[in-house]
């Protein structure tokens, strides 16, 4: 529990209300009650900011008539995480490290570890101090695991891993799986090209449960500092993703992909091998990135659903437009023909 | 082995043909024998039906003409399913309990279990009777599974999860992982949001490989009754997927998404955050949701492939589609002015 | 390390240069240094052959004025892996096997095995020679795994599936779930249609990290020799993969799909059930195939991204395709009531 006063200092809000006020919980606008801080997204709930049954809530800026007490932060929503982190948040208290710990000689332990049952760690690897490892975790030899680091239940780490301090891995993911590089044959066998690079995961990145990051073919894959992945997501080999970029679930980056920092990329997204995408750039869902993007760049390319009938007629349309473009060129002549003036613009057959 | 007799009661279907004949055995159209039982999907399967093997074949309506012995019912696939059942359906044996679980304090473990080798489970959970977990299966702290639920191999289950009765989980699958949650600071580094719920599934649900299942921020994500998930499913935080809806793979769920009852969803569909699809809905193969969907309604949206070329001439097009609307628009002015009649409609310039 | 000489002759390339010069290491064209094998893809990078430092460099022809060694090879890409694998191949060396292992009744093992701690293995399987089993290795009842497979860390495999020589399956892979089949009974229930074919993974096949591959319903889904699978490929039940395949990360086929040989598939594909492609085709990147692909065919779809507002624009005259054929139509009327001559072609409004 806080104050108003000492949570108005945690998550730099101003107080407009009563300092001495209590907060025990952090809950959504619409779920919360007396005791629980919540946060005014938008304007849209400044207006019903009386219907809230909060004991304070984060606002952009104050409320003429608010009842409830206020907190004026520039963005409501990090405030809003910091309070969540200041009632929530447990601190961590190191459980041991299991007895059935499988592990290689060489391989270095650090202080106040967390390991439970069932893990594997492989030779001459390095863990940091106050590192979790669940359940059926496997790390494989010459990796390094930073100080801090939360790795959940049956993650595959491959060898010559390096993660940084503060990363946490949810539960399934592969790190340094060998990418995918074949090549056929004389005969159309497919031989492979060994994948000699590793996976290097910078401090304070967060991976999502069952994604698969590979490692580099000679130079390594890299997520620079502070990226996060949410689930189901495939980073192939050599891409190197940029500081604080965030990315939605079941994106696919071909290999070589570089990605910028600060960079927004939505969910079911899929680049072309090799591509660059600039700092900060926004790719929205499923937009499928086939050139380079510009740094700031805001890219879309959904094809939204509609209903079945609709989407049929406008799907045969779309497949007869070579057709179409040839019945407007042909109407053009004819008009032009006939001594109208037309700026016929660019040729549509020729593509 | 059953009789026609005995099989037509149980599957629900009524017998032309011989009450003591005997099956051991369901098989496909193509692939059945004498002994086996199978069925015609529709009228191009019962115009085949002395083309086939089987013993028994269970059919929408009688077949003038027919050899084999038929078992007539509403949905023969349905009657198909409950002959599979009764044939090949083995009954549950208990295996007991393997001498190495690791298991926390308080938790309550219930009777005629089958918990293989190499299994993990926390502290303060209830097992049902009858429950099978397979090795590596790994349960966080304060969780409940169901009576009869079967959870395969290196599954990973969080704190507090809720898990009823005759649930199926798949190999691989990812429950009650962190939402994805993130809010950039003053300098872009992203900071959490906490995610304090739950995943609830009801009972019934069957949960494909791989499939990852994220707890809600505040509320819980809830799976009710009678969904089935295919494989490599993502179920983002607080999503509601209604009773008996049925997803196919790789299919995605924004976080907060709600799905009626009844849903059929094909695979590789996504949905953007917060959208709400009614009972009953159908989404074909890849749409993207973007808009609430309304009850019953059925929703399209994949552009299937073409050949390379062609398709390269129509995304051309498409691409020039505002050239084209223009040049429409430029021909109905020429015509406007050179006095004819024309009902433009709306004016494509204005989006 | 190897002379030229000797490389020449194991890459099957012609030497131009130095038969005693030696290479310790391949490397990629930019970091390449002295003492180091490169190759050159392709014309813009033989314009810059002596750009790069390597000691040798695979090119497909001979390039004039070069001063590096060169190795000339048809497929300087199929040399150079070749190359990687004879400098940077490690000979397989016998681990053992963990003391720990859970092995079932009637299993039999092979010789110079390298099975890891924390194998479960159940009953009645056969397991071959020199095969390496990682951790958290779950292998299901009467399963078979050939000569020299590698089956990396938390890979799930049900009972009865048949795993192929040299066969190689990247971590966390679900190998036998079973497939997607139910059907709604009179109240709306899914009724599950129990699954009971096999997979069948036949010899020198790869399976990428956390791919989901269902056992076929009747009938055995099948993967050919030599199929290659990235990361998160979802194959449906009764699919058949032809020899000497690749799919890209995060693809999925539906139920009974059947795949030629010698095709090359993109990421993010889809397709629908019982789809038949034929041998050699190659699908791009995203393409939904909903049709029956002939053999050596070429198929695209999709659909590239765009600056947002551009593409807002575009898919807003997208939706109003059906709009802009009519008022062609019109267009053509009044132009056709004008007198003028008009082939117009098909009609747009009939689909």
Not at 126 to 151: F, K, Q, Y
Not at 253 to 280: L, P
Request: charged share 20%; with cysteine; proline share 2%.
């Amino acid at each position: 529990m806080q104050t108003l006063a000492q949570l108005a200092q945690i998550i730099k809000a101003d107080l407009i209300g009563d300092p001495q006020a209590v907060v025990r919980r952090a809950q959504s606008f619409e779920q919360a009650e007396a005791g629980d801080i919540t946060f005014a997204a938008d304007a849209a709930y400044r207006a019903r900011v009386n219907a809230c049954r909060a004991t304070a809530i984060i606002v952009a800026e104050a409320v003429p008539g608010a009842t409830a007490n206020l907190l004026i932060a520039r963005s409501p929503k990090l405030a809003f995480a910091r309070a969540i982190h200041a009632l929530h948040a447990v601190a961590y208290q190191p459980l041991g490290v299991s007895g059935d710990l499988v592990v290689g000689e060489g391989t270095a332990l650090g202080e106040d570890l967390s390991i439970h049952a069932r893990v594997s760690i492989g030779k001459n690897c390095l863990i940091g101090d106050r590192v979790t490892l669940h359940p059926g975790v496997v790390i494989g030899d010459d990796s390094h695991v930073g100080d801090d680091a939360v790795i959940y239940a049956n993650v595959a780490i491959y060898e010559r891993t390096e993660i940084g301090s503060r990363v946490i891995i949810h539960a399934g993911a592969v790190i340094g799986a060998e990418g995918f590089g074949f090549v056929p044959d004389e005969e159309g066998r497919q031989v492979k090209l060994l994948q000699l690079g590793r996976v290097r995961i910078e401090d304070d990145c967060e991976i999502g449960a069952n994604c698969t990051i590979d490692r580099g073919g000679f130079a390594d894959t890299v997520l620079r500092r502070g990226v996060k992945l949410d689930n189901l997501i495939q980073v192939g080999h050599n891409c190197e993703l940029g500081e604080d970029t965030v990315v939605a679930a079941q994106t696919g980056f071909s290999g070589g992909a570089k990605i910028g920092r600060g960079c927004v990329i939505a969910g079911q997204v899929g680049t072309i091998e090799h591509v660059i995408i600039g700092d900060g750039a926004t790719i929205t869902a499923r937009a499928g990135i086939t050139k380079n993007v510009r740094a700031g760049a805001l890219m879309g390319g959904m094809i939204p659903a509609q209903e079945y009938n609709a989407w049929r007629r406008r799907h045969a349309l779309y497949s007869r437009l070579p057709e179409l473009a040839d019945r407007i060129k042909q109407l053009e002549a004819i008009i032009r023909d006939a001594g109208f003036d037309l700026e016929a613009g660019h040729d549509l057959s020729a593509e």
